[in-house]
T-cell receptor
Framework: EAQVTQNPRYLITVTGKKLTVTCSQNMNHEYMSWYRQDPGLGLRQIYYSMNVEVTDKGDVPEGYKVSRKEKRNFPLILESPSPNQTSLYFC????????????FGDGTRLSIL | GIQVEQSPPDLILQEGANSTLRCNFSDSVNNLQWFHQNPWGQLINLFYIPSGTKQNGRLSATTVATERYSLLYISSSQTTDSGVYFCAVAYGGATNKLIFGTGTLLAVQP
C-alpha cells in the first residue's frame, strides 16, 4: 500500500529540547515536502526536497532543518523548539513531474511548552 | 502570488442532503487537488483534478481550468462527511508547492 508515514503522531515537549519528526514514503517519489497548519493561516510549506541531497526553503523555514540522505526519508528537525512552533505538521511526497498529485502523511501534532 | 478562495466558508447540512463546494483560483494551475480533513486532523486525498470531471462514489468533482474554478459535489451526505474540505493548487516551476484554500467547514447533522 502506497503510504507516507510520519512519527510521532503526537508529541508534547518543552522549549529548547531538540526533536525530530520522521517522514518516510514507500512510493519511490523524488519530491518531498513539509507543511505546517495553523488556525487562520492554513497550510504553509516549510521545506521541500527535489531529490536526495537537494533541499530548499519553503515559506516558513525559520527554526527548522531538514535532510535528505535517502530517497524514502525526509526528517524535520527542530534544533531548539519554541512555543510558536506548536502546530500540526504534514509531510507530503510526489512523483517526479510537477503536475502529479501530492500524497500526505497523517500529520504530527506538536505542542511545545 | 496565486489566490485560492473557497466558498462557502461554513455549511450545515441534514443527513441525506446534497451540497456543492466551490474553489476559485486566480491564475493558471497545473495541479488541483481536493482534500477532506477529518476531525482527527488527517488530510484525506479526494481528487486530483487539474481539469475535467471525476466521480468516486457519492463524491464528484469538476474543474474548469479555463475559467479558473473547481466544484466538489457531495450527494446524500452522511455524518462521516463532516470536517473541513480544502482545495489546493500548484502552478509554475518545478517546485510546485501546493497553495491551499481557506477551506469549507462542513457539519452534517443526523
Amino acid at each position: 500500500e502506497a503510504q507516507v508515514t510520519q512519527n510521532p503522531r503526537y508529541l508534547i515537549t518543552v522549549t529548547g529540547k531538540k526533536l525530530t519528526v520522521t517522514c518516510s514514503q514507500n512510493m519511490n517519489h523524488e519530491y518531498m515536502s513539509w507543511y505546517r497548519q495553523d488556525p487562520g493561516l492554513g497550510l504553509r510549506q516549510i521545506y521541500y526536497s527535489m531529490n536526495v541531497e537537494v533541499t530548499d526553503k519553503g515559506d516558513v523555514p525559520e527554526g527548522y532543518k531538514v535532510s535528505r540522505k535517502e530517497k524514502r526519508n525526509f526528517p524535520l528537525i527542530l534544533e531548539s523548539p519554541s512555543p510558536n512552533q506548536t502546530s500540526l505538521y504534514f509531510c507530503a511526497s510526489r512523483d517526479g513531474p510537477a503536475n502529479q498529485p501530492q500524497h500526505f502523511g497523517d500529520g504530527t501534532r506538536l505542542s511545545i511548552l | 502570488g496565486i489566490q485560492v478562495e473557497q466558498s462557502p466558508p461554513d455549511l450545515i447540512l441534514q443527513e441525506g442532503a446534497n451540497s456543492t463546494l466551490r474553489c476559485n483560483f486566480s491564475d493558471s494551475v497545473n495541479n488541483l487537488q481536493w482534500f477532506h480533513q477529518n476531525p482527527w486532523g488527517q488530510l484525506i486525498n479526494l481528487f486530483y483534478i487539474p481539469s475535467g470531471t471525476k466521480q468516486n462514489g457519492r463524491l464528484s468533482a469538476t474543474t474548469v481550468a479555463t475559467e479558473r474554478y473547481s466544484l466538489l459535489y457531495i450527494s446524500s451526505s452522511q455524518t462521516t462527511d463532516s470536517g473541513v474540505y480544502f482545495c489546493a493548487v500548484a502552478y509554475g516551476g518545478a517546485t510546485n508547492k501546493l497553495i491551499f484554500g481557506t477551506g469549507t467547514l462542513l457539519a452534517v447533522q443526523p
